[in-house]
């Protein structure tokens, strides 16, 4: 599994990157909060394939580095659109459970 992930370092950044934002929007929408961990350990594994990924070029990692950001931006984005969302079902006695 390793040699997969160092050996085409892009597309697997990305595709960890994109399932990351995809299990974070699911437990945002579940109300779990075991999310947070997840990230740290993303961050980890996008920083060991930034080192150890064979052909990493400048503009590779500058591409793997904005993935990793779009993900915590748009994880973000969500978390505080489904905070209004939920307050303003409280304030209107629609919260559905």
Not at 45 to 52: P, S, T, W
Not at 57 to 70: G, Q, R
Request: aromatic residues 12%.
């Amino acid at each position: 599994m390793k040699s997969l992930v160092y050996n085409n370092p892009l597309i697997s950044a990305i595709i960890i990157n994109t399932t990351t934002l995809i299990i974070s929007i699911y437990l945002i929408i579940n109300n779990s909060i075991y999310f947070l961990p997840l990230l740290t350990f993303v961050g980890i594994a996008n920083r060991n394939i930034i080192d150890n990924g064979q052909g990493i070029t400048k503009n590779k990692k500058i591409i793997i580095l904005i993935s990793f950001f779009l993900m915590i931006i748009a994880f973000l984005a969500f978390g505080s659109y489904m905070h209004d969302l939920r307050d303003m079902e409280i304030t209107n006695g629609t919260l559905r459970y």
